[in-house]
């Protein structure tokens, strides 16, 4: 099977920044994918690594290291909009295996 | 951006019933869609993977009989919950990749949230 890790819990202060890191180990790797989850709602796309290297959309970024099997999402200017869980997930093949998510609360 | 569009969004039916769930993709064509489950506080588990055209490829522990999935054409999947159980309880949600290439990410529908009596 896919083993995918992140942290359980995160908080931080509204305005700061904040990483949640990703480790997997799968049987292949055809990129890596973020998502955000708001509570009782569906995931929508953040970004996506398939290469080595930094990924920035805005106030998002990406990191990947393949060799490492390790990830992270980068949340900048944090706004309390922005409390939700986040899905690290590794397509293998065309399917998506997901991690457990990290929930982010932002407090003021 | 691409629109996946699930629905029904809340079902409340009673033990027996079977319930059937659609996804559209709105906006692109979709070889492939996805139908997952999600139990609360837990991550999204692939339940099945579903094929324009072919038979659907199920995951280990999931009752192909008792979820069937039809893939009509290049913009509509549909999971049938047959004779729904408490257990069966759930966050249904699909997903569906644009086919125009590999690296294309799954949009998600807004999910259905399953509720048997």
């Known amino acids: 099977g896919q083993n995918i890790d992140q942290p359980t819990e995160m908080t931080a202060t509204e305005g700061a920044i904040v990483q949640i890191n990703c480790t997997y180990q799968?049987?292949?790797?055809?990129?890596l994918f973020w998502y955000q989850q708001h509570a009782g709602e569906a995931p929508t796309f953040l970004s996506y690594n398939v290469l080595d290297g930094l990924e920035e959309k805005g106030r998002f970024s990406s990191f990947l290291s393949r060799s490492k099997g390790y990830s992270y999402l980068l949340l900048k200017e944090l706004q309390m909009k922005d409390s939700a869980s986040y899905l690290c997930a590794v397509r293998v093949d065309y399917k998506l295996s997901f991690g457990a998510g990290t929930t982010v609360t932002v407090r003021a | 951006g691409a629109v996946v569009s699930q629905h029904p969004s809340w079902v409340i039916c009673k033990s027996g019933t079977s319930v059937k769930i659609e996804c559209r993709s709105l906006?692109?064509?979709?070889?492939?869609m996805f139908w997952y489950r999600q139990f609360p506080k837990q991550s999204l588990m692939l339940m099945a993977t579903s094929n324009e055209g072919s038979k659907a490829t199920y995951e280990q522990g999931v009752e192909k009989d008792k979820f069937l999935i039809n893939h009509a054409s290049l913009t509509l999947s549909t999971l049938t919950v047959t004779s729904a159980h408490p257990e069966d309880s759930s966050f249904y949600i699909c997903?569906?990749?644009?086919?125009?290439?590999?690296?294309?990410?799954?949009?998600f529908g807004d999910g259905t949230r399953l509720s048997i009596l």
């Open positions: 997903s569906a990749r644009d086919h125009k290439g590999p690296n294309q990410p799954q949009h």
């Open positions: 799968t049987s292949g790797f055809n990129g």
């Open positions: 906006d692109f064509q979709a070889t492939t």
